[in-house]
C-alpha cells in the first residue's frame, strides 16, 4: 500500500530587521490603533536590500533539513511556494537547490499566493505516495517588501517578509502524517488582488513603473468577504469530510492574513483560542511563509505530539483556497 507522507522537520526564518506600526505612523495617514483594530497586526519583519526570497527560503531550509536529520544531498525534490521569486528565472527551486548543496534535488516554484504553500505540499506528496521520492523539501518564501508600495496604506502595514520549510518523508503508519487536503480556486476573483507590471502581458517599463503596476494591488474590503467565508467553508469541509470533532483538533494553523478572518474560521469550527495558531501581531502576512512558519513556532513550543491532528487553511489572490489535515508523525 502506498505511504503517507510525513513532515519529519520543520523550520522558519525571518529576518532582524522590524517595521513597528509606530514607524508607518511616520510613513502614511495611520494609526497604530487603526492597524491592530483592523488587522491584528503590530509589527513585521523586513529582508535588507540586495538579499532575496532565496536567502531566507535556504536558511528555513537548511534548519528544517537538521531537524529532520536528513543531508542535502539526499534530497530529491524541492518545491518552492513564492509570489515574489528572486527573479523570473531561473526558478527559487534551483537557487535553494544551489545554496543548500542539494545536488541531487530537481526543484520547481508554486504561484499559490497566500495557498502556495498548501498547494506545494499537496504537489509534494504525491511524490511521496507513489513511491517515486523519498525525500521532499517544501518552502514557502516570500519577500512582500520587494512589492510593497510604502505610501499605500491600505496595502503596505498588511505585509512582512519570511520563510519556513518542511521536509517530507514517507510515514511507515498509514494513520499518521498528510491525510487528506482540498484546493481550490477561483480565478473570478483575480481583478480584486493582483501585480499587474513585469509578466508578459505588461513587461516592465517606463510606464509600468511610473504606474506602481510592480506592487501589490488588492481591494481589501472584497478580498475580506471572500476570504471570511472561503477560508471557514473549506476547512469545515475537510473536518466534516472526516467526522472530526473540534474537541479533536490539537492546532488550527491558518494564513495570517487578518485576525478577523482567523476568528470567522475558529468560530465555525468551534475551536478554543488556546487551538488556533496566531502570530500575525508579530509578523503581519508573509503570503507563502505564514503556515510553514506558525508550524514551526508551535513545535519547538513543544505543543504538538505524535498522533495529534493538525489543519492547516488559507485563502489568497487567486482567488486560492485550501485546508490540510494531518496527524503529526513524530
Ligand atoms: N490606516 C488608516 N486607514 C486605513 C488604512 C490604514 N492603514 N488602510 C485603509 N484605511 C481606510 C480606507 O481608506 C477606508 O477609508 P474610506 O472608508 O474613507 O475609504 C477605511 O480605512 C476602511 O477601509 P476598509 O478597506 O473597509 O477596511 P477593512 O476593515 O476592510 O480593513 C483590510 C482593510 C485590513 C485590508 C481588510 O479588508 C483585509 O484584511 N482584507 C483581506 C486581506 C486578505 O485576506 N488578503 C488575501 C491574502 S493576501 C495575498 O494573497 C497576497
Redesign the pocket.
Known sequence: MASKAKITGVSHYVPPKVLTNKD?EKM????DE??IT??GIKERHILEDGKGSSYMGAFAAKRALEEAGVSPEEIEMIVVAT?TPDMMFPNTACLIQDQIGAKNAWGVDVNG???GFIYATAMATQFIETGRHKKVLVVGADK?SAITDYTD???????GDAAGAIVLEPSEDPELGIIDYILRSDGSGGKY?YQLGGGSLHPASHETVDKKMHY?Y????T??KY?VAGMADITEEIVKKHHIDSKDIKMLIP?Q??M??IDATARRLKLDPEKVLINIHKYG?T?AATIPMGLSEVYQDGKLQKGDTVLFAA????F?FGSMLLRWAI
Open positions: 508607518f502614511v495617514d495611520t494609526t487603526w492597524i483592523r488587522t509570489v499566493a497566500c495557498s512582500m496604506r491600505n496595502t503596505c502595514v498588511l505585509f488582488l501589490i488588492q481591494d481589501g474590503r478580498v475580506f476570504a494564513h492574513a487578518n478577523r478572518i502576512n503570503t485563502f489568497g489572490a487567486g486560492t
